[in-house]
C-alpha cells in the first residue's frame, strides 16, 4: 500500500500507552459496551484519528456516524467554545434562550412537509425515540406500534420495545413495553421473490394489510410505524420505493401516524438532509440525534405541530437541547447546506460505484447498497446460496483497523461504511484501496 498522508501505524496494536488505558477501563468500566478493536483516542481531527501512541487512522466510522462536520471542525469548535464562554445550561424545560427556539426553528423549516411543525429536544437518539413514542400515544390516543425485524432504536426500555436487532439487546431486560408488534424489512438482496434488481415482489411491503390486520392487529389501535427510512444497526438495508408508498397508503387509511427514526440516517448522511426525501415521504414524526451536533449530545424530534398537543409539564429533560449544543448544532446544519450534503451525495456515489466495480474482483462482497455515506457492503460465503459470512465480516474490521482503516460493522455479516461528510475523493481511494486488499486476503480463509 503506498503511503498516504493520513495513516501511519508505527507500533503494534495496542500500542503500550493504548495498553494501560485498555486495563484502567477494564477494570472499571461496564462490560456491556461491545469494542470491535482495541482503539484507544488520544485526539482527532478531520477525518483523521491519532491515539495514545501517535498512530494515526483514517475514520470511516465517525464515532458511529456522529461526527458529521469530521473531527474538531473549527467552525464548530469556535461556537462551542464561544457559547460555553457565555451560556452551559440553564434548562429549555424551565426557561428560554435564543440557542434552542432558533434551532427548532431551523429544524422546523428543514423537515420534509409543507405544514407547520414543532420540536422537543432530549440528549440522545434514544429519548428522541421515548418522546416519538409518548406524543404519538398521547396524540392519537391509540396504545400500539407496529416496528420492524432488524431494527434499531435504542436501548432505553421503552425504544428497547422497538428494538429487534440482537437478541443480547433484549435479553434479561424484559418486560418490555406491550403493544408492539414486528414485520420484517423489506430486503431487497435476500428477496426470494425478486427476479430483477428494479421489480418488486408486492407480498413483502403487504405484509401488514395482509397479515397483521387480518390476524391479531386490529388498525385503529395501531398509534405509530416506527421505521428506519434505511436500516442502520440492522444492515444497512434500503427498502424498495414501494415500502414507502405502503407506509402512506397504510396511515392515510387507518390513521396511523409515521415515526421516521433519522437517528443515524438524519443530517445529511444520506447525500439529503432527511433519508426519507429519497423516498417522496412526509413522517408525521422525525427522530433525529447522533450527526445533528458534530458530537456534542443532541437529540430531537421534530413533529407535525398539530400533534404537538401535550400540554406544560408532560414530556422534558432537564439537560435537553441545552445552549452549547444547540449552538452547535445550528453551526453543523450550516456547514452541512454549504457544502457537506454535496459532498455526501457526491463522494458517496462514488463509493458506492467503486464498491459495485470491486464485486468483479473480490467474490466475498455478495450486495453494496446505500445512499450517500451511508454504505454497507454484505459479505457472503457464496454469492449463489448467500450464505452470510459474519466471521469474514468481524476479521476485515479488524483487519482494516490493523491497516489504519476505522470501520464498524452492522447486521450479521455486513460491513458498514459512514465516514464523516467531509471526506474526500482521495481519502475515499485510500479507504476503497484498503478494503479491497482487506477483502482479498479474507476471501479464501477457512472461518466460520
Ligand atoms: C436508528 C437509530 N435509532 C436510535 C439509536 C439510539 O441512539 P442513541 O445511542 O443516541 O441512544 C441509534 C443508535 O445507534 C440508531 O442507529
Given at each position: 500500500?503506498?503511503?498516504?498522508?493520513?495513516?501511519?501505524?508505527?507500533?503494534?496494536?495496542?500500542?503500550?500507552?493504548?495498553?494501560?488505558?485498555?486495563?484502567?477501563?477494564?477494570?472499571?468500566?461496564s462490560?456491556s459496551y461491545s469494542?470491535?478493536?482495541?482503539?484507544?483516542?488520544?485526539?482527532?481531527?478531520?477525518?483523521?484519528?491519532?491515539?495514545?501512541?501517535?498512530?494515526?487512522?483514517?475514520?470511516?466510522?465517525?464515532?458511529i456516524?456522529?461526527?458529521?462536520?469530521?473531527?474538531?471542525?473549527?467552525?464548530?469548535?469556535?461556537?462551542?467554545?464561544?457559547?460555553?464562554?457565555?451560556?452551559?445550561?440553564?434548562?429549555?424545560?424551565?426557561?428560554?434562550?435564543?440557542?434552542?427556539?432558533?434551532?427548532?426553528?431551523?429544524?422546523?423549516?428543514?423537515?420534509?412537509?409543507?405544514?407547520?411543525?414543532?420540536?422537543?429536544?432530549g440528549n440522545s437518539g434514544t429519548e428522541a425515540i421515548e418522546a416519538a413514542l409518548k406524543?404519538a400515544r398521547?396524540?392519537?390516543?391509540?396504545k400500539k406500534f407496529i416496528a420492524f425485524y432488524g431494527g434499531f432504536h435504542g436501548r432505553t426500555l421503552g425504544a428497547l420495545s422497538l428494538t429487534a436487532s440482537k437478541p443480547v439487546q433484549r435479553r434479561g431486560f424484559g418486560p418490555l413495553l406491550e403493544g408492539v408488534t414486528h414485520?420484517?424489512y423489506?430486503?431487497?438482496?435476500?428477496?426470494?421473490?425478486?427476479?430483477?434488481?428494479?421489480?418488486?415482489?408486492?407480498?413483502?411491503?403487504?405484509?401488514?394489510?395482509?397479515?397483521?390486520?387480518?390476524?391479531?392487529?386490529?388498525?385503529?389501535?395501531?398509534a405509530a410505524?416506527v421505521f428506519e427510512?434505511?436500516q442502520g444497526e440492522g444492515?444497512?438495508?434500503?427498502?424498495?420505493?414501494?415500502?414507502?408508498?405502503?407506509?402512506?397508503?397504510?396511515?392515510?387509511?387507518?390513521?396511523?401516524?409515521?415515526i421516521?427514526d433519522?437517528v443515524q440516517?438524519?443530517?445529511?448522511?444520506?447525500?439529503?438532509?432527511?433519508?426519507?426525501?429519497?423516498?417522496?415521504?412526509?413522517?408525521?414524526?422525525?427522530a433525529?440525534a447522533?450527526?445533528?451536533?458534530?458530537?456534542?449530545?443532541?437529540g430531537?424530534i421534530?413533529?407535525?405541530?398539530?400533534?404537538?398537543?401535550?400540554?406544560?409539564?408532560?414530556?422534558?429533560?432537564?439537560?435537553?437541547?441545552?445552549?452549547?449544543?444547540?449552538?452547535?448544532?445550528?453551526?453543523?446544519?450550516?456547514?452541512?447546506?454549504?457544502?457537506?450534503?454535496?459532498?455526501?451525495?457526491?463522494?458517496?456515489?462514488?463509493?458506492?460505484?467503486?464498491?459495485?466495480?470491486?464485486?468483479?474482483?473480490?467474490?466475498?462482497?455478495?450486495?453494496?447498497?446505500?445512499?450517500?455515506?451511508?454504505?454497507?457492503?454484505?459479505?457472503?460465503?457464496?454469492?449463489?446460496?448467500?450464505?452470510?459470512?459474519?466471521?469474514?465480516?468481524?476479521?476485515?474490521?479488524?483487519?482494516?483497523?490493523?491497516?489504519?482503516?476505522?470501520?464498524?460493522?452492522?447486521?450479521?455479516?455486513?460491513?458498514?461504511?459512514?465516514?464523516?461528510?467531509?471526506?474526500?475523493?482521495?481519502?475515499?481511494?485510500?479507504?476503497?484501496?484498503?478494503?479491497?486488499?482487506?477483502?482479498?486476503?479474507?476471501?479464501?480463509?477457512?472461518?466460520?
Open positions: 500500500m503506498p503511503k498516504n498522508p493520513w495513516i501511519n501505524i508505527s507500533t503494534p496494536l495496542p500500542g503500550p500507552k493504548a495498553q494501560a488505558i485498555l486495563e484502567q477501563d477494564q477494570k472499571y468500566v462490560p469494542r470491535p478493536y482495541p482503539l484507544v483516542a488520544h485526539k482527532a481531527e478531520g477525518m483523521v484519528v491519532i491515539d495514545m501512541d501517535g498512530n494515526t487512522f483514517l475514520d470511516f466510522a465517525a464515532g456516524a456522529v461526527c458529521a462536520t469530521g473531527h474538531c471542525h473549527p467552525r464548530i469548535v469556535r461556537v462551542i467554545q464561544e457559547q460555553a464562554a457565555q451560556l452551559i445550561h440553564l434548562s429549555g424545560t424551565d426557561f428560554y434562550y435564543p440557542q434552542l427556539s432558533a434551532l427548532a426553528q431551523k429544524l422546523a423549516e428543514i423537515a420534509p412537509g409543507s405544514g407547520e411543525k414543532k420540536v422537543y429536544f406524543l398521547y396524540a392519537t390516543g391509540r414485520v420484517p423489506p430486503d431487497c438482496y435476500r428477496c426470494p421473490e425478486r427476479p430483477a434488481r428494479d421489480s418488486c415482489h408486492p407480498a413483502c411491503v403487504r405484509v401488514i394489510e395482509d397479515q397483521l390486520f387480518k390476524t391479531i392487529l386490529s388498525p385503529e389501535e395501531v410505524i427510512p434505511i444492515g444497512y438495508v434500503v427498502p424498495p420505493p414501494e415500502f414507502f408508498d405502503e407506509l402512506k397508503r397504510l396511515s392515510r387509511q387507518h390513521g396511523i401516524l409515521l421516521a433519522e440516517s438524519g443530517m445529511g448522511r444520506t447525500g439529503k438532509m432527511f433519508a426519507v426525501e429519497h423516498f417522496g415521504i412526509e413522517p408525521d414524526i422525525i433525529l447522533k450527526g445533528i451536533a458534530s458530537g456534542l449530545p443532541l430531537a421534530v413533529a407535525r405541530a398539530d400533534l404537538m398537543s401535550w400540554p406544560p409539564g408532560s414530556h422534558a429533560s432537564t439537560f435537553g437541547g441545552n445552549p452549547v449544543s444547540c449552538a452547535a448544532a445550528s453551526e453543523t446544519i450550516r456547514l452541512l447546506e454549504e457544502g457537506l450534503l454535496q459532498n455526501a451525495a457526491e463522494t458517496g456515489q462514488y463509493l458506492l460505484d467503486s464498491l459495485r466495480k470491486m464485486m468483479d474482483r473480490c467474490a466475498i462482497i455478495g450486495d453494496v447498497r446505500g445512499r450517500g455515506l451511508m454504505i454497507g457492503i454484505e459479505l457472503v460465503k457464496d454469492r449463489n446460496t448467500k450464505e452470510k459470512a459474519g466471521a469474514w465480516r468481524d476479521l476485515a474490521v479488524h483487519e482494516c483497523f490493523h491497516k489504519g482503516l476505522l470501520i464498524l460493522g452492522c447486521g450479521e455479516n455486513t460491513l458498514r461504511l459512514m465516514p464523516p461528510l467531509i471526506v474526500s475523493r482521495a481519502q475515499a481511494d485510500v479507504a476503497l484501496e484498503i478494503l479491497e486488499e482487506v477483502l482479498l486476503e479474507i476471501g479464501g480463509k477457512d472461518i466460520v
